[in-house]
């Protein structure tokens, strides 16, 4: 993938965790990179390709993240804990795809695809570190809520707190 397309990805991943699927237009990728909106365009035809492939590049990122520091021998818990902690801590954000997941009744099936497919592979690595479905049911929704409550109040230790408890 070019440098530019790699720009224009970088660009959408800030705005969608920011605001959400709806809060970006290719005006405003284009901007933010410093390039023509036809520039926007010729990298991803639709609104809808650039959130498929945004989410899609989150989830790989995300899922190596995560089994490297899990083939690393630490707890699997503790691993997907300080993953979103690093994402809320970092730069105040939501997880992309718990930010596109919000609202899923309004997103095209492409982009819809990806953010599935990142809640199915993380509940299927979180069973197969050892959880049962349930408890990696749990964990995966306590950190989405978790980083959502702290979002919405502005208070980074409103996650800390939820999670928390993930450890008992």
């Known amino acids: 993938m070019s440098d530019t397309a790699e ?6 991943e800030r705005r969608i965790r920011g605001a959400g699927y709806s ?5 405003e990728i284009a901007a933010d990179v410093g390039v023509k909106s036809a520039s926007v365009h010729y990298h991803f035809a639709t609104k809808e390709s650039l959130g498929a ?15 490297r520091e899990v083939a690393e021998g630490r707890d699997v818990i503790e691993v997907w804990v ?12 939501m997880c992309l795809c718990g930010a596109l997941a919000a609202t899923s009744q309004d997103l095209s099936e492409e982009v819809l695809i990806e953010v599935r497919r ?19 049911t749990h964990v995966l929704a306590t950190l989405e809520g978790a980083m959502l409550l702290a979002n919405v109040l502005s208070r980074p230790s409103a996650f800390d707190e939820a999670a928390a408890a993930l450890s008992t």
Do not use: C, N, P, W
């Open 53 to 67: 492939a945004v989410a899609h590049r989150y989830t790989q990122r995300f899922m190596s993240s995560i089994e």
């Open 118 to 136: 990142f809640f199915e592979l993380g509940l299927e690595r979180l069973v197969e570190s050892g959880l049962s479905q349930e408890r990696a």
């Open 23 to 27: 809060g970006f237009s290719f005006r």
């Open 7 to 12: 720009a224009i990805m970088d660009a959408a």
């Open 82 to 93: 300080q993953a979103f902690r690093r994402s809320l801590y970092g730069d105040g954000k």
